[in-house]
C-alpha cells in the first residue's frame, strides 16, 4: 500500500530542503522585544502595493523570508511571527540589514507553505542598517 500524500509530501519537502540548505539558506537572527534566536532562511524580493484611504497606490519592495516554525523560539517557548518582530543580517562588514515583520492587506504576516503548517513565508519590509 503506498504512503499516504503527507509522509510523501513531507518527504518531498525534506530533500528539497536538504538539497536548497547550502544553495539558499542563510543565518539571520529573529528578535522581538530584546529576546532573540538564530534562524535559517531563504529569502525572495516582492514588490507590493495598497490603495490607501485617499485612493492613492502605495508600492514598496518587499522581502519574504522563509523560515520553519521549530526555529522560531524566543524565550524558551515556540512562536509564531507577529507584526512588529524584526529579522536581522549580518554582512561582511559586521553591520546588521534589519527587516520588520508586517502585515500585507488581507494576508496577515506570514502564510504557510506546507500543508502541515511547519514552513512559513514571513513578510517584511527593509528597516534600517544598524552599524556595529
Known amino acids: 500500500m503506498p504512503g499516504s500524500v503527507d509522509t510523501e509530501f513531507d518527504r518531498l519537502f525534506a530533500f528539497v530542503d536538504a538539497a536548497a540548505d547550502g544553495l539558499f539558506y542563510k543565518a539571520y537572527t529573529y528578535r522581538r522585544r530584546g529576546a532573540t534566536c538564530a534562524i535559517r532562511a531563504a529569502l525572495g524580493a516582492q514588490g507590493f502595493e495598497v490603495r490607501t484611504d485617499s485612493g492613492l497606490i502605495e508600492r514598496w519592495q518587499g522581502h519574504t523570508f ?67
Open 66 to 132: 522563509f523560515v520553519t516554525t521549530a526555529e522560531l523560539i524566543l524565550n524558551g517557548e515556540a512562536t509564531m511571527p507577529r507584526k512588529g518582530d524584526e529579522i536581522a543580517e549580518e554582512k561582511e562588514d559586521g553591520s546588521l540589514d534589519v527587516f520588520e515583520v508586517m502585515a500585507l492587506p488581507d494576508r496577515g504576516v506570514y502564510d504557510t507553505i506546507d500543508g502541515a503548517g511547519r514552513k512559513l513565508a514571513v513578510f517584511t519590509k527593509a528597516v534600517r542598517n544598524e552599524q556595529t
